[in-house]
C-alpha cells in the first residue's frame, strides 16, 4: 500500500480465504527515496493538466517505473524478513498510487505498473481495484470497509463499531451486523502534511507538536467546515487535492496546523450525521492516530469511546495494506470488493486486473 500522504509503501504478509478468515502476518515500511517522494507529488499536479486534455508526461511514467520498483524492493525485504521464497505467497495485491480521482467523470488514476511488478517479484499481481466500480456509476472508494468488516465480526467490540482511517484522506467504515455503510469524511493528513513541507521543510507533523504550539482559528474552521461536501448523502469520495489550505494561509505556522488538525476531526465526527444508528465504538487507524493533537480533537468532539486500533487490537500501520492483500483474494475469487452501501454502485462489484508472473 502507498497512500496519499506519499511516505512510502507498507507491505504485509496476509493468510486469508478473503472471507471470514484473516490471519495478519508480519510487514515493514519503505520510505520513498527523495527524488521518488518529488515525482510522485509533481504527478499529482501533472494529472490535473492531463485531465484538462494534456498529454502523458514522462514525468509520470519515469514516477510511475519509480513507485513500482520501490513496491518490488518492498516486497523482496519482506521476504528476506520472514524467510519466504517468492513461490510461497500466491498473490501481490497492489494499489498503486492514486493521481487523480474524479469519479463524477467515471474516471480514477492510480499509477503501478502490474505486469513489471510481477516480473521484478516473481509473484502474480492484482492491481487496479477501483476502476471497475468507477467504470459502474461507483465512487470507486473507500475500500476497506469489507476487511473491516471482517475484522469486526472477530473482535468483540461493541456496535454499532466505525473504523476510521485517517490517511492524506480521512474514511469512515460505519458496521452494524450485516449492515456496512463506508464514505470519505474529508481531509486528513494531506492538508497537514503539505502546511509542514511549505512552513517547516519536514513531512508530517510528528505526534502533532506544531499543532499542539498553536490555537485553533475558529472562523477560518467555521469556514471549511462550511464546504458543502459534508451535507452531501453517501456514499462520496474524495481525491487528495480536494481540500487544500487556503483557509489557514495568513495564519502562522503553528496555528494553521492546529486549525487543519482540527479541521480533519470535525470532519470525522460530522461523519455521525448520516449513521443510520449512533456509533457506540470508534477505532482509528492510519497514519493520523499517531498526531495526539488530532486525536484529543476527535475525542472532544465524538461522544463515545475513541480507541487506536492497537487498543483495539488490531495493527493500525498496516490495516490498509493488509486489506489490499485480502481484496486481492477476493478479486481472484470473484468476491465483490465495494457495495452500494460503500461506493453507491448499484450492485456488488468486483474488480482488480491479474497479472502472471
Not at 50 to 57: D, F, I, K, S, T
Not at 161 to 179: E, F, P, W
Request: charged share 20%; glycine share 10%.
Amino acid at each position: 500500500m502507498s497512500g496519499t500522504s506519499l511516505d512510502g509503501v507498507d507491505a504485509a504478509l496476509l493468510d486469508t480465504d478473503g472471507e471470514s478468515m484473516a490471519r495478519p502476518g508480519p510487514s515493514l515500511t519503505l520510505a520513498y527515496a527523495p527524488d521518488t517522494r518529488a515525482l510522485l507529488r509533481a504527478a499529482l499536479d501533472e494529472a490535473r493538466a492531463v485531465a484538462q486534455g494534456a498529454p502523458v508526461p514522462q514525468s509520470i511514467r519515469e514516477a510511475e517505473r519509480l513507485l513500482t520498483e520501490a513496491h518490488s524492493e518492498a516486497v523482496k525485504a519482506l521476504l528476506q524478513k520472514t524467510g519466504l521464497s517468492a513461490g510461497q505467497v500466491a498473490l501481490l495485491g497492489f494499489h498503486g498510487q492514486t493521481i487523480l480521482h474524479r469519479p463524477e467523470r467515471h474516471w480514477t488514476w492510480q499509477i503501478g505498473d502490474g505486469a513489471l511488478l510481477a516480473r521484478l517479484t516473481g509473484i502474480d499481481v492484482i492491481n487496479d481495484f477501483r476502476s471497475a466500480d468507477v467504470a459502474a456509476g461507483g465512487e470507486g472508494a473507500p475500500l476497506m470497509p469489507l476487511y473491516h468488516a471482517a475484522l469486526a465480526r472477530k473482535s468483540g467490540l461493541q456496535e454499532p463499531l466505525v473504523v476510521v482511517n485517517i490517511g492524506g484522506v480521512a474514511q469512515v467504515t460505519y458496521i452494524n451486523g450485516d449492515q456496512v455503510l463506508a464514505f470519505d469524511t474529508g481531509p486528513g493528513n494531506a492538508p497537514i502534511d503539505d502546511w509542514m513541507q511549505r512552513h517547516t521543510g519536514t513531512p508530517v507533523d510528528e505526534g502533532g507538536a506544531l499543532a499542539r504550539g498553536g490555537q485553533v482559528n475558529h472562523i477560518a474552521l467555521a469556514g471549511m467546515l462550511a464546504s458543502s461536501y459534508f451535507a452531501r448523502l453517501p456514499p462520496k469520495s474524495l481525491d487528495r487535492m480536494d481540500f487544500g489550505m487556503d483557509s489557514v494561509e495568513e495564519l502562522s505556522p503553528a496555528e494553521g496546523a492546529a486549525t487543519l488538525a482540527a479541521f480533519a476531526a470535525a470532519a470525522i465526527a460530522k461523519a455521525a450525521d448520516h449513521f443510520p444508528a449512533t456509533a457506540a465504538t470508534w477505532v482509528v487507524s492510519g497514519g493520523g492516530r499517531h498526531n495526539t493533537f488530532l486525536m484529543e480533537q476527535l475525542r472532544a468532539y465524538v461522544n463515545a469511546p475513541v480507541l487506536s486500533t492497537e487498543e483495539a487490537g488490531w495493527e493500525g500501520d498496516m490495516l490498509e495494506a493488509h486489506g489490499f492483500a485480502y481484496l486481492a483474494v477476493r478479486s481472484k475469487r470473484g468476491l465483490p470488493l465495494s457495495l452500494p452501501t460503500t461506493t453507491g454502485v448499484k450492485q456488488p462489484m468486483t474488480g482488480g486486473c491479474f497479472w502472471k508472473a
